[in-house]
């Protein structure tokens, strides 16, 4: 496996899967958030994105974590070697953007000029993550499913599988 996609909810532990897989397989890993905030939680304007991420996504092996599904699976599905779901629960999800959003955990993986703790960002976030399989799944799924076979998607639900997936690399 020389390039991975990391799905999933807020809060689902994307970034730290990513990073453990990228530490075990010497690959580097790209965060779509880094890519897509400016300072302050502004968005890049769209070309700019899709520049940013195709640049990251130009070497021979990576790691990409983040959804951003209708503004760059085109660029990153269709080359991936592996697609990897994580289907955390979404009271679990929840609890950890309140526990990041409290500064009680250190997110390394934080946008360049972005900081958590607003606590309204934090409500919003909660929201969205709770809503995202009814609001948001289906159409990450559609979109998924239009550029790579369902071979190349593996679904982690729990931390044994997630372990497994850890232990068998």
Known sequence: MKRINVLGNSG???ST????IGERLQIPVVHLDQLFW???????????F?????????????ICEGNYSNRTFDLRVPVADLNIWLETPR???AIRILIRSARLKARPDLPAGCAEGDIRNAINLVRYAWRFDAAQ???VDAELARWVAPN???HLRDRNQIA?????L
Do not use: H, I, Y
């Not at 899967?17 to 453990?20: E, P």
């Not at 400016?38 to 700019?48: R, Y």
């Not at 497994?164 to 068998?168: H, K, S």
């Open 91 to 93: 009271l679990t999800c």
């Open 17 to 20: 899967f990513a990073r453990l």
């Open 38 to 48: 400016e300072p302050g939680w502004q968005q890049a304007d769209a070309d700019l």
């Open 137 to 139: 799944r289906g159409r």
């Open 12 to 14: 689902s532990g994307k």
């Open 164 to 168: 497994q997936f850890l232990g068998d």
């Open 50 to 62: 899709r520049r940013r991420v195709a640049n990251a996504l130009s070497g021979e092996t990576w």
């Open 152 to 154: 190349r998607v593996v």
